[in-house]
């Protein structure tokens, strides 16, 4: 059995180019690969798509040295159509992709994986059964369940059963008093690759204000319950407290977000031109 599932994962597909072409199309597939790295031996700095999705905004992120995005589609307008044009920026512009989705219904993720989405942020993950649903539908067997379709651009990928389920990286997010108890359980569950804190439906759920101390004591309290091995992530609202996090061992961090940095750099603008006109 165990044979077999190994020989399963190391399939080589009848339809792969060895073309340089083809190197360059694999590489922008695996991008997760890099970000897992970045993580474990540093820190990784993304950001969220939610007001602006557009492919121009994906490359002035990675213009301006973000490590990664996430495409949200939980609050935002962005459909699979546009989803799709969002993925294929990201991948030419060679910044790596997560997209968190609205919900974690029975193949959507599946779905999103294979438009070639480097990974996923699920939302509102509570308890561990949640966190083993969203790893079954991002990972192949033996991890999970997730369906395989050799579209194309799998053409570039000698190996893409084994290529796709290193290169994935699953991130669920713990946003609720449930969650917090939980911890533990849900990262540990296999196919996870990180915890990541959402300071603001935290904060509701707590019945706190957003940015209340209570809420990020609770979230140093998550880590230390995560075990070595799965990373930490957070939502960061000021880019000066990044530091403090990475020190808390929170090496997966999304700052602001593209409607919120447009907004503070037109206000910056706005505000100079304003003082250099004072008489």
Request: some cysteine; proline content about 5%; hydrophobic content about 45%.
């Amino acid at each position: 059995m165990g044979e077999d599932s190994n020989s399963v994962r190391q399939w080589k597909s009848p339809f792969f180019s060895g073309l340089a072409s083809a190197r360059d199309v694999a590489d922008s597939l695996t991008l997760g690969r890099g970000l897992r790295k970045k993580v474990r031996s540093a820190w990784a700095m993304g950001t969220f798509v939610i007001d602006l999705p557009e492919a121009s905004t994906i490359t002035a992120l990675s213009l301006a040295g973000f490590d990664f995005v996430v495409l949200d589609m939980e609050h935002s307008s962005i459909g699979f159509t546009r989803l799709a044009e969002l993925i294929n920026a990201a991948r030419a512009d060679g910044i790596a992709c997560l997209v968190r989705p609205w919900n974690r219904d029975a193949g959507l993720i599946g779905k999103i994986l294979d438009l070639g989405a480097h990974g996923i942020m699920a939302p509102h993950v509570d308890t561990p059964e949640i966190a083993q649903q969203v790893a079954e539908q991002a990972r192949f067997a033996p991890l999970g369940k997730r369906g395989f379709s050799p579209v194309t651009k799998f053409d570039a990928l000698e190996e893409p059963l084994a290529a796709l389920q290193e290169a994935t990286y699953v991130v669920v997010q713990l946003e609720g008093r449930t969650a917090i108890q939980h911890a533990a359980e849900i990262a540990s569950v296999p196919g996870i690759d990180a915890i990541f804190v959402g300071p603001y439906d935290l904060a509701l759920s707590l019945g706190v204000e957003p940015g209340s101390e209570t809420v990020f004591s609770e979230a140093r309290r998550i880590a230390d319950a995560v075990p070595d091995g799965v990373g930490l992530g957070i939502y960061v609202d000021n880019p000066a407290d990044c530091g403090d996090w990475v020190r808390n061992g929170f090496a997966l961090q999304c700052v602001s977000f593209d409607g919120r940095m447009l907004a503070d750099a037109a206000r910056s603008v706005v505000r100079k031109a304003q003082e250099s006109a004072e008489p």
